[in-house]
């Protein structure tokens, strides 16, 4: 955000510091938006992220509300409802929520994108917002298009004019903004968001990496599976009734498994849960639809006289509201107050570090008014392929010129093999000998007492 205000973004990386630009600006300059009022930059970031989570979960709900068929308006407030819970339930979605990271907001205006798109037939001119909001998410991160994809093929199927005028409008705004930004940055933004962001790519990564990102979210699955097959079910029906397709069902319809086969993006190094959270907006519709359905045949049920049935049908969503209670509060509590008592040890051993720090941890350097000099990740992949030449970082520190660096665990590990080459890491062991292990990460330091080995941490200031 600092750099790019300033103009120095997107900037070549021939020298040092080097710094990569792996998204375009729109997350950046909303951060500044709040910055410039005098709010703390780092707080401003996670407030984007927050308050883009809160309104996706609102468009949630409500495009859940809008996908109910006609009947008593409880069932359509408890879509809603359902919709913006079931959203926020996710692990994706309540573990990135709070942290200064761009899918929140580019989440956010893909939603408001696809929401304008199924209210169009009411006001004409929600086609152009939601052109501007696809642009908006695009430019927040530059692969964000599934909800613009689901969207101009409902279009495209339902409303070929209104597909035509969204269609042409997204393009030239894009073409636009992109022209405007090649010109600031002199060419920059198109070397930094194609060309240096590169990352190595496993199928076999895919799988594992989804096991994991959504191993705690195995009943929203069950139920919004559910809702998804009723959904169809019902859409089948109605085409062979000959019925007009409803705009908001066909697009879901088509957003989910669109949003599903762009998940294939999670097979490259660096990939995280992230990822999922548009994909999973899409199944919180579905599985709101499902609650609000089940709800409704358990009222049918009473209504016909049959309470065991209505009890059995009530279950359901119980059951499932009750697997879920408790996961964000833990996460988010274990998380946080475990990083702020070893982020404090690490100012306390980093704070007389004399010299460059390279870090992975990027917070912790601002908080100490540290700059930024390096990235291992991004440059690590740019090594491997040839487009920049690591001796340079190898130099300084052998040099002496880095005074520490900071690590996401140690040689071996696969978060630490990832970010740093063999010649770099042997370059670190060569000239930062010593290691202070806090936590899951380690400092790398020059040699104290003649040491190589892994040290206990330092006792921490006193906590509160």
């Given at each position: 955000m600092v750099e790019i205000v300033a103009g120095r973004g997107y900037a070549p990386i021939d020298g040092f510091p080097a710094i990569v630009f792996h998204y375009p600006p729109v997350f950046h300059l909303a951060t500044f938006t709040l910055a410039a009022m005098g709010l703390d930059p780092l707080y401003s970031g996670r407030i984007v992220s927050l308050v883009s989570t809160a309104g996706s979960a609102f468009f949630v709900g409500d495009l859940a509300r809008r996908i109910m068929p006609q009947g008593p308006a409880l069932f359509s407030r408890i879509a809603t409802i359902a919709g913006s819970i079931m959203f926020v339930l996710f692990e994706a979605v309540y573990r990135w929520a709070p942290q200064m990271r761009v899918d929140a907001i580019a989440c956010f205006f893909a939603i408001a994108g696809l929401w304008c798109v199924t209210q169009c037939d009411r006001r004409k001119g929600l086609i152009y917002v939601a052109s501007v909001c696809f642009v908006l998410s695009a430019f927040s991160k530059q692969v964000s298009v599934v909800a613009a994809a689901a969207s101009f093929v409902t279009l495209l199927l339902l409303r070929p004019q209104q597909a035509t005028r969204a269609i042409s409008t997204t393009l030239l705004l894009g073409a636009l903004v992109l022209a405007a930004l090649v010109w600031q940055t002199h060419g920059g933004i198109i070397y930094h968001l194609f060309l240096y962001n590169i990352n190595r790519f496993e199928m076999a990564r895919i799988l594992p990496n989804l096991r994991d990102g959504t191993r705690l979210d195995i009943p929203l699955f069950l139920i919004c599976g559910s809702g998804y097959l009723k959904m169809a079910a019902e859409s089948w029906r109605d085409r062979r009734l000959k019925t007009e397709p409803k705009l908001t069902r066909t697009a879901i319809l088509f957003f989910v498994p669109i949003a599903t086969l762009s998940?294939?993006?999670?097979?490259?190094?660096?990939?995280?849960?992230?990822?999922?959270?548009?994909?999973?907006?899409?199944?919180?519709?579905?599985?709101?639809?499902a609650v609000a359905s089940i709800l409704q045949s358990a009222s049918s049920q009473l209504s016909l006289g049959s309470p065991i049935r209505a009890i059995c049908w009530a279950l359901i969503p119980l059951l499932l509201a009750l697997s879920m209670v408790g996961h964000p509060n833990r996460w988010l509590l274990k998380s946080i107050n475990a990083r702020r008592?070893?982020?404090?040890?690490?100012?306390?051993?980093?704070?007389?570090?004399?010299?460059?720090?390279?870090?992975?941890?990027?917070?912790i350097l601002m908080r100490m008014h540290r700059q930024i000099v390096w990235e291992p990740a991004i440059f690590a992949e740019l090594a491997r392929a040839g487009r920049w030449d690591e001796r340079i970082v190898i130099a300084r520190i052998r040099d002496h010129r880095v005074?520490?660096?900071?690590?996401?665990?140690?040689?071996?590990?696969?978060?630490?093999?990832?970010?740093?080459?063999?010649?770099?890491a042997d370059a670190i062991d060569e000239a930062l000998p010593r290691k202070i292990r806090v936590g899951s990460r380690v400092v790398h330091l020059p040699a104290a007492a003649a040491t190589s080995t892994i040290e206990t941490p330092i006792s921490a200031a006193p906590r509160r």
């Open positions: 998940l294939v993006t999670t097979g490259k190094f660096g990939s995280s849960s992230s990822y999922y959270i548009q994909w999973i907006a899409g199944l919180a519709v579905c599985g709101a639809f008592g070893e982020d404090a040890e690490l100012v306390q051993i980093l704070g007389p570090v004399k010299g460059d720090i390279i870090s992975d941890e990027m917070v005074g520490a660096v900071l690590s996401d665990g140690d040689r071996g590990s696969t978060w630490f093999d990832e970010r740093y080459n063999p010649a770099v």
